[in-house]
């Protein structure tokens, strides 16, 4: 089929018909494997990132959640050696750990009822 048209589709009673034909045909050629997917996600979700952590504030999260580092540890699937480097400042957080310490810190109901026997 053709390359994907890049202005916006505008569907009307006049040409409603005819665009229901073309994506029925474009859905069985997919099918049988004569086109690929043109599928195009344009995000319009403005997610800021995490904030940063530093020893003091992790610790104080810990604390917070009356955690010793090991349970600390295991509630965001790190390791004790992990979590006992960040609070001594020796590596920070990074990726998805900052998310987890995001939620840990403005969410710790969240994250305590995970850990809940």
């Known amino acids: 089929m053709d390359n994907p048209n890049t202005e916006p589709l ?6 409603f018909g005819t665009l229901l034909i073309q ?6 050629a997919f099918e049988r494997g004569e086109i690929t997917a ?12 995490p904030p940063p952590y530093d020893a003091t504030r992790i610790r104080a999260i810990r604390q917070r ?3 010793n580092q090991r349970d600390f540890a295991s509630a965001l699937n790190v390791s004790d050696k992990t979590v006992k480097a960040w609070e001594q ?6 990726g998805s750990a900052l998310r987890l310490l995001q939620i840990a810190e403005s969410h710790p109901e ?3 009822a ?4």
């Open 10 to 15: 505008i569907v009307t009673d006049e040409n």
């Open 23 to 28: 994506g029925l045909q474009e859905a069985v």
């Open 38 to 49: 043109r599928v195009r996600i344009r995000s319009r979700a403005n997610i800021p990132p």
């Open 65 to 67: 959640l009356h955690l």
């Open 89 to 94: 400042g020796i590596k920070p957080p990074s």
């Open 110 to 112: 969240t994250l305590l």
């Open 114 to 117: 995970m850990t809940a026997d």
